[in-house]
């Protein structure tokens, strides 16, 4: 076995250890920690991590992890480092939807090389480790997906909140004026990591995030790769650590929207 799949098995462990703590915690009272304008973080976000954490550092104590809500640990000359959000979609999951996935990847080199996204309420786990393929609970997943742009279901990101968050979302609405009338329909799920899967699966056919976090889209990057999709940021460099937006799409409807969103 090679050892991207046995960092993946690692992985689906780890995701799980996540799982049952979300699933234990559905339907109790959750307590609520601010982190900025019309932002937050549950109890629940906080105790996935925390339990994701333990397992990693038992099971591979030499590489460091950053985690959307405790930051970094751990030794910061790895080639290594694992990437996690323990809820991506947490204002969906605190509004009782069940769009919301825990997110893991491993790094190397800044690029993806191993992902999972385990949605615990449709019970999919979708995985991936370079050179392996992709799967969705174990079926391979390869999508092929339209030639033409007004064919494609384009997933997009969240509108923005916070500082600036007025004229970030003039220009998104002025790419969405851009874009309604030449494709077939735009979706907005509130999960990149889920955004990604979906395309991998053939549910939406393009995504695009003009802001967004290496821990939100690291695994989907790589699940989304394995499957035949092309991420690249939207100045069509290949995505990795350190890129600001995503942009992903099989390569006939990536070219054409990197010339619309460029």
Same mark, same amino acid.
């Given at each position: ?129 370079? $050179?392996? !393929? /992709?799967?969705?609970?174990?079926? +391979? ?7 033409? @742009?007004? &064919? ?87 995505? $990795?650590? !350190? /890129?600001?937006?995503?942009?992903? +799409? ?7 929207? @990197?010339? &619309?969103?460029?």
């Amino acid at each position: 076995m090679s050892e991207l799949l046995e960092f993946l098995g690692t992985a689906e462990q780890a995701a799980e250890t996540a799982v049952a703590v979300i699933r234990a915690g559905i339907g109790r009272e959750r307590s609520i920690s601010g982190k900025g304008d019309r932002d937050f973080a549950t109890d629940l976000d906080y105790a996935a991590e925390d339990a994701v954490r333990a397992f990693l550092e038992r099971e591979t104590p030499a590489i460091p992890l950053l985690g959307e809500e405790r930051g970094r640990t751990g030794d910061t000359e790895s080639h290594y480092e694992w990437v996690l959000d323990p809820i991506d979609g947490t204002i969906n999951f605190a509004h009782g939807s069940p769009m919301f996935g825990v997110s893991l990847a491993l790094v190397r080199n800044g690029m993806p090389v191993v992902g999972v996204v385990h949605a615990p309420m449709s019970e999919e786990r979708f995985s991936a480790a370079l $050179g392996h !393929g /992709a799967a969705l609970n174990k079926q +391979a997943l390869h999508t092929a997906g339209p030639s033409r @742009l007004s &064919e494609a279901v384009v997933a997009m990101g969240d509108f923005s909140v916070g500082p600036d968050a007025d004229k970030r979302n003039l220009r998104r609405l002025a790419t969405l004026q851009r874009l309604v009338p030449k494709v077939q329909r735009i979706r907005m799920l509130g999960t990149a990591a889920l955004d990604m899967c979906w395309l991998a699966a053939g549910r939406v056919d393009a995504v695009f995030h003009e802001r967004v976090n290496l821990w939100d889209v690291a695994a989907g990057t790589v699940i989304c790769r394995e499957a035949g999709v092309l991420v690249t940021d939207l100045d069509g460099v290949d995505y $990795g650590d !350190g /890129a600001l937006s995503v942009l992903a +799409a099989v390569p006939p409807i990536h070219r054409a929207l @990197l010339a &619309e969103l460029a």
